[in-house]
């Protein structure tokens, strides 16, 4: 099942945050509110206390190739546009503000630990991603700061492979080659 474009992003964030919301919340006994979808480059003095689960980066999966974009109908082809088949990079943030930061380091730990409990996830639109930690230099830690506002928050970045990008629409029919 392809899901709409436009939702798939949205969704799997949604999920990740979701579900790491609902881990926190069983360990530290808080009915919600721990973690959440959201951006890093907020209003100055905005310090939320909890884990932001940010988009980063979309980028092509070059594992894939890219295919002709035609499919068996019948006795003939259809001709679509190709999927895409992207990864997502994504930031969670410990976002908390000074007198509490042992507090956001803490949580940073236990959300490294669920993310590495659950890998592999489902968030009900018929396919499983996965997720994997990504290592980030130095140098492309401070730019990725340096571009969502300059201030720097504990944190750890992660991939989910595999989103597949994928139109319904049908360029056009192609009969059999044989003519039959």
């Not at 070059?62 to 990864?87: D, H, V």
């Not at 830690?141 to 340096?146: A, E, G, Y």
Request: glycine share 12%; hydrophobic share 40%; net charge negative.
């Amino acid at each position: 099942m392809a899901l709409k474009n436009a939702e798939m992003i949205d969704k799997v964030l949604v999920y990740i945050a979701e579900g790491l919301d609902g881990y926190l919340g069983n360990l530290y006994e808080e009915p919600a509110g721990l973690a959440k979808v959201g951006g890093l480059g907020g209003e100055e003095g905005e310090v939320p206390n909890q884990m932001v689960v940010a988009l980063l980066n979309v980028e092509r999966e070059g594992a894939m190739g890219i295919s002709a974009g035609f499919q068996t109908e019948g006795k003939g082809f259809l001709q679509k546009m190709p999927p895409w088949y992207l990864n997502m990079y994504f930031v969670v943030a410990s976002v908390f503000e000074e007198k509490r930061y042992t507090d956001g380091i803490k949580m940073l730990s236990e959300s490294i630990s669920y993310l590495q409990q659950h890998p592999v996830f489902s968030p009900g639109i018929g396919k499983k991603f996965m997720i994997e930690p990504v290592t980030l230099s130095i140098q492309e830690l401070t730019n990725v700061w340096s571009i969502l506002g300059g201030r720097y928050y504990p944190s750890v970045v992660c991939k989910v492979r595999m989103l597949r990008f994928e139109g319904d629409d049908i360029s056009r029919m192609v009969g059999s080659v044989r003519g039959k």
